[in-house]
């Protein structure tokens, strides 16, 4: 089946891909630009997971303070050059992860700088619901690690549901990012400001 000029710059048009990637995804679909952005999308976050050991040493730094200046934070996310932080697809990730860090609280970024303390509490009164249900010993452990991955989800940022599109977690935009600027892209750190309190 042949490929329209068309239909690839629809494409390109819908996801900022070449257009030998392109032809290639819409050939692969038997023309269905739908079927073809799926495409685009696997192959891109393929690509990104092979990026994530490269060091991003540009990136950007971005201000939020919420309505009413009682809330405020502060991001900083990197990239590997400063020509992908000057694109508007980086600068508007920035923006929206420092939204995500007003609006969903995290703790920390990824779950590995959880201190180990946190996470053992939080087993241990897990551990502690289940056996009030009277649950048997190996179902408990289930339990408990089920409920963990729960709280990993609303604490670490990576983890979160995306604010802007619940259906995706941040780590799955991330991902989506880095397949469109061919670059890694890392969340380095936040701080979370609240007048008159913790963070």
Known sequence: ??????????????????????????????????????????????????RLRKTTSEGGIEAY??????????VEVGCETDFA????????????????VAA?????????????????????IYRSQARELKKPEHIVEKIALGKLEKFYQEVCLIEQQFIK???????DILLELMGKVGENISIKRFTRYRLGGDT
């Open 104 to 124: 969903a609280s995290p703790i920390v970024v990824i779950r590995e700088q959880l201190d180990k303390d946190v996470v053992d509490k939080e087993m241990e």
């Open 85 to 100: 932080a000057k694109t508007e697809e980086f600068r508007n990730f920035v923006k929206d992860i420092a939204m995500q």
């Open 65 to 74: 303070v919420h309505p009413g200046n009682r809330l405020g934070v502060l």
């Open 1 to 50: 089946m042949g490929i329209s000029a068309s239909q690839v710059k629809e494409l390109r048009e819908k996801t900022g891909a070449g257009v030998m990637e392109c032809k290639k995804a819409l050939t692969e679909a038997d023309g269905d630009v739908t079927k073809a952005i799926d495409i685009l999308r696997k192959k891109g976050i393929a690509a990104a997971q092979k």
């Open 165 to 171: 599109d619940p259906a995706k977690s941040v780590k």
